[in-house]
C-alpha cells in the first residue's frame, strides 16, 4: 500500500480512472503515446521512468495534472499490453494501488485522513498515429476510451471522525453501432457526516434540520450520436435519503467529430502556449457557435427536506411557517421580475407557491420545438435578456401540473439535432 502525504486531488483521480492505454513491447513509445494522447484530452502526465515486463508495462514516478491540481500517483502497472505508437495500443487492465494520506486544513489545523481503495480501469485503448480505416468514430474522436472503471471504497476522516464514505462506484462506456458512444455511472452509496460544528455555522445549521449525515446514491447515462451530433446526459440523479432527489437532463445538438477535433486541436495549442488567453478564447467562440440547445430539465423531487427548512426558519424568525412561504414567495417574484417577463414571472411564483406550500415535485424545463444555437441565447442574454424565458421556451411546473406551459417531450436529451 502506498501513502501521499499531499492532499489527494479528486478531479485528478477521475481523471486517471478515465484514461491510461497502452500496449507491451516498447514501454518508452507507449508511456510517450500515452502522454501524447493525455494532452490532447486536456490533462498532462510526468512520469520518471517506463520499463516492460513480460506484457506488462510499468510506468513509475507518475504524476497526473500540474500546480496545485498535481497528484503525485506513483507507480502504475498496464497489464497485458498490445499495439504500436501508429495503430493503436490495447491493456487488459489497470489495477491502482490503494492510495492513504493525510491532508491538513491550514485554517482550522485539523487533520484529515483518507484512503481510497480497489480501484480499476478495464480494457483501455489507445488511438494511433496511424488508426486503420475501421477504427470506431469515437475512437478518431477521443484518443483514449475505456470499456469499465470501478472504485471500491472512499473513506476519510477528519480528526478521528468519520467524515465521507463513499461505496461501489462503477464507470461503463461502449461504443455504439454508428461508432458513436454510450455511458453510465453508479455510486452504490456515499455518506457524508455533519460535524457537530463548523466555522461558518452550515454544520449547526444542517443538524438542526434533523441530519446528522447525508446518505444516498448517484447514477446517470450519457450518449453521444456521432451522426446526428447529438450529446445527451439523460438522468443524471442524486437521491438522498430523507431529503429529496435531484434530476438533470439536457440534450446538446451540434457535437460533431470536427467540433471534436477542433476542441483537442485546442487543448494542445493551449498547452504549448498557455499565454495565448485571447487565441483561446475566439476559438471557444467558434466552437459555440456550432452548438444548439435541444433541451434542457432540472427536477426535484421531495422527501421531506423542504418541510424542514420551512419549519427551521420560522423557529429562527419567530413567525409562522406560512409566513415563511409568503416571504419566500415575495423574494422569487422579485428577483424573477428583474428578468422584465410578466408572464414567466407569474408562471414562476405560481410554481414556487404551490410547491412550497404542499412540497412535492418541482420542475424548470427548456423544450424547444426546435434546437437553439447557443449564440442566439447568448445575443439575447447581452441584448434583452427579458426574451431569455421565450428563446428557452421555459416552463415551471409544482407537483406534475403540466398546465404551466406547452413544451415538447418530457425528455428533452430524446430531441434530435435539426
Known sequence: MRRISAGLSAAALASLLGTGTALSADADAFAERLKEALTTSGMSMTYSSASSEGDDVVLSGVSIGTGDEKTDVGELTFQNVAGSTEEGWTVERLPIEDIEGTDQNETTGKTATYAVREMSVENIRIVGTSPAEETPAILQASPLFFDRASLGSVNVTVEGDDAFT????????????????????????FTAFVPEESEDGSAETVRSLGYEQLSGSASGDMSWGLESGRLSLDGLSFDVEDAGQFDLSAGIGGYTQQLVKSIQEMNRQMEQNPQSGEGAGMAMMGILAQLQIQGISIAFEDDSL??????????QMNRSPQDVIDLAVQIVEANIAQIGDANFQGQVTDAVRTFLENPTSIRVASEPPQPIPVMQLVGAAMGAPQTIPNVLQLRVQSNGDSS??????????SQSAQ
Open 166 to 189: 463513499l461505496d461501489n462506484a462503477i464507470f461503463a462506456n461502449a461504443i455504439g453501432d454508428d461508432g458513436g458512444y454510450t455511458g453510465n455511472f453508479e455510486i452504490e452509496n
Open 404 to 413: 404551466s406551459g406547452e413544451g415538447g417531450s418530457d425528455d428533452p436529451s
Open 306 to 315: 423542504t418541510k424542514r427548512l420551512i419549519d427551521y426558519y420560522a423557529e
